[in-house]
């Protein structure tokens, strides 16, 4: 066990839809990231935020937004979704911001399916 | 410039084999090369991870081999075990990229 929760763990769902994919990191980990693992696209990473604030993005949707909030626990809030939307997406939290040594804990997974 | 191709996608290694997974990239900006392991219905999970100041780090069965001037890393699995039936990502990261790349993965099979 990571230390990583993520809920909930499965989510279907219908295309056009709004969905919220909600973290929380590990006791003392200040970053959040967020990553979608599709059967095609792999592990792309989407964003991370440290101590609240943004720090980096990578290829993540103009449909698809994050927040992490004052307790660090954070959420991805998923809209207008789409077939191509079905992926597993995870959440990660290191202790520290831009240091890559910081290991990155994964939770177990959000399972989106969108019929 | 960003990718991490890693190959085979897939695996299959006899019990007490040798598995060995390849992964190259392109981007010289990358400085630190981990790989991680995920068991079905998991996180991912750190496995091993390399700074391309060494040529080589081993924990247990796990080895990191790291050529520098070929931009190539690889894993070797020693003495396989059905236990290690997962799937293997490699990944890199660079302070100008500030995030992991991670290649397609590997889903490596120990047959008993």
């Known amino acids: 066990d990571s230390g990583v929760t993520q809920t909930p763990k499965h989510l279907i769902t219908a295309t056009g839809q709004r969905v919220t994919l909600r973290c929380s990191p590990r006791?003392?980990?200040?970053?959040v990231y967020w990553y979608q693992q599709s059967l095609d696209q792999g592990l792309q990473f989407l964003i991370q935020?440290?101590?609240?604030?943004?720090?980096a993005k990578g290829n993540i949707l103009e449909r698809f937004s994050a927040q992490q909030f004052p307790d660090l626990h954070s959420e991805l809030n998923l809209s207008s979704l789409e077939l191509g939307d079905s992926a597993l997406y995870f959440c990660?939290?290191?202790?520290?911001?831009?240091?890559?040594?910081?290991?990155?804990?994964f939770g177990p997974g959000t399972r989106l399916t969108v019929l | 410039q960003q990718q991490v191709k890693q190959s085979p996608q897939s695996l299959i290694v006899q019990k007490g084999g040798i598995s060995i997974i390849n992964c190259a990239y392109e981007?010289?900006?990358?400085?630190?090369f981990p790989w991680y392991q995920q068991f079905p219905g998991k996180g991912p999970a750190l496995l091993i991870a390399?700074?391309?100041?060494?040529s080589e780090k081993k924990e247990g069965r796990f080895t990191i081999s790291f050529n520098k001037s070929a931009k190539q890393f690889s894993l070797h699995i020693m003495d396989s075990q059905p236990g290690d039936s997962a799937t293997y990502f490699c990944?890199?990261?660079?302070?100008?990229?500030?995030?992991?790349?991670f290649g397609q993965g590997t889903r490596l099979t120990i047959n008993p």
């Open positions: 990660a939290s290191s202790v520290g911001d831009r240091d890559p040594y910081n290991e990155q804990f």
């Open positions: 006791s003392g980990d200040l970053s």
């Open positions: 935020y440290y101590n609240g604030e943004e720090r």
């Open positions: 981007n010289t900006a990358f400085d630190y």
């Open positions: 390399i700074r391309p100041d060494v």
């Open positions: 990944a890199a990261f660079g302070q100008g990229a500030q995030k992991l790349v």
